[in-house]
């Protein structure tokens, strides 16, 4: 069975009379989606991209190494690994609250779970890690989303059975699941650098 193309794809110069080929191999998807990028990607949007890959760069051996720590830790038996895995990620909180530039804000998400007693809350690895750490208690903002046959919501305060919270009138107690919304509310209550959203927007207008 031959995996010859039907024609060489140089329409203007066809080969073959009869020819109907009008597929796309590998390369001319590929080809596409570059363009595409090219074609709708917003000079914010390229900045972004480019701040991305710019910290990648800079980070890669670190992430590298955070990776092969946690595959380590996990050929480890006992419970000391789970200690080193919750004071891991309370590090990598306090990097984020300590390290970054003020007007920072960084999103975690987690898989939520219901323990024993009924409660909501964000779904970890085990009983060990819960018993070294509690997740929420490392943040100021914790939402939950909620499914309904409506559509998704945010739930901002606990009422009793999960660890939803967020501070004192920044928002009612059941919002739109819209991050860019919570983004701009978050930024607006503390006061924080709202310039990355005017810079985009200044972007698109040119």
Known sequence: MSNRRPCDKDCEHCKYPDCVYDG???EDYAQSRELDQKL???PATKKRVARRRAY???NKEKEAARQRAYREANK???YSKFTDMAMNFSGLVRFCTNELPPDVIVYFFHHTEVTETGKIKAKTVGKMIDSKLTLEGLFSIVLLCEARKEGHRFITQSDGFTTAKSP???FEPEIDNDL???DTVI???WGLDPAAGKEEASDEEH
């Open 24 to 26: 796309l191999d590998a």
């Open 40 to 42: 709708t990607q917003s």
């Open 56 to 58: 990648y760069e800079a």
């Open 76 to 78: 480890e038996t006992g």
């Open 168 to 170: 004192m009138g920044m």
């Open 180 to 182: 860019k919304m919570v």
């Open 187 to 189: 930024r607006e209550y």
